[in-house]
């Protein structure tokens, strides 16, 4: 089981990683690392399948598999660098586990409904995870991918939404709003939990789940959790941080 030691430290080696780059998108990278440590460390199978659709929060997905030994420092330090695997949107077939290139956002959920439907005619049981960001939901290819899921009844598969409300030029609502998204999903052939995001045993509860259709979980995050000065700011979208902002950030997740 993911123990709290386990979450502060990646969620540290996450801010380290960023700060020594240069790299933003630090506040998407927050906002779903507690699930996908949790999706890793406790769940995923070493024959199932995860998709990162929401491309550019591929720094946390390198985390966690740094916690889990697949990836070492070494690795970790280049990232975004000239020449690095570890790019800023994950690379296609370089990394054990990671089979798509995505962060042209909108996609990974048509990758993973492909992936799972193919697993369900060769009667593979394995199950297929794919992580989108909210304001996926204002992107057609993830409401075409929704039908196919739904209308295949694709009940291998779980779908986890990072609803952080926050995108690259505002709020979801202002941009394009989809608010209540799990009000728009009610009529779909889907089962839907929505949890807090950040709730580690909520997470559990979800993921544990058993079900006859496709599962969407709509987890309600805060855009750059655990670092106060970054929490529900649209600038975390992209701004990298300064040493300053770093080491007080750093302190911040070391006091909780």
Request: proline share 2%.
């Amino acid at each position: 089981m993911l123990s709290t030691a386990t979450l502060t430290k990646a969620r540290k080696r996450l801010l380290q990683m960023h700060f020594e780059s240069g790299v933003g998108h630090l506040g998407g990278n927050l906002s779903c690392l507690d699930s996908l440590l949790i999706l890793y460390h406790e769940y995923l199978g070493q024959d199932d399948r995860f998709v990162l659709s929401k491309g550019h929060s591929a720094g946390s997905l390198y985390i966690v598999l740094w916690s889990l030994g697949v990836l070492d420092d070494k690795s970790i330090k280049s990232f975004h660098h000239d020449g690095t695997l570890l790019a800023g949107h994950p690379p296609q077939k370089t990394i054990p586990g990671i089979d798509f290139a995505t962060g042209s956002l909108g996609h990974g959920l048509s990758l993973a409904s492909g992936v799972a439907k193919s697993n369900m005619l060769n009667k593979n049981s394995n199950k297929v995870y794919c992580l989108l960001s909210d304001g996926e939901w204002q992107e057609g290819s993830t409401w075409e991918a929704l039908i196919f899921l739904s209308h295949h009844k694709l009940n291998n598969m779980v779908v986890l939404v990072d609803h952080n409300g926050l995108q690259g030029f505002g709020s979801t609502h202002d941009v394009a709003s989809m608010n209540p998204l799990h009000k728009k999903l009610e009529g779909f052939n889907v089962d839907l939990s929505v949890i807090d995001g950040h709730d580690l045993m909520q997470i559990r509860s979800a993921l544990s789940k058993k079900t006859e259709k496709c599962h969407i979980i709509i987890m309600n995050t805060i855009k750059g959790h655990g670092v106060s000065f970054m929490e529900n700011q649209m600038q975390s979208h992209y701004l990298p941080l300064n040493k300053k902002q770093y080491l007080l950030a750093v302190k911040e997740i070391e006091t909780g």
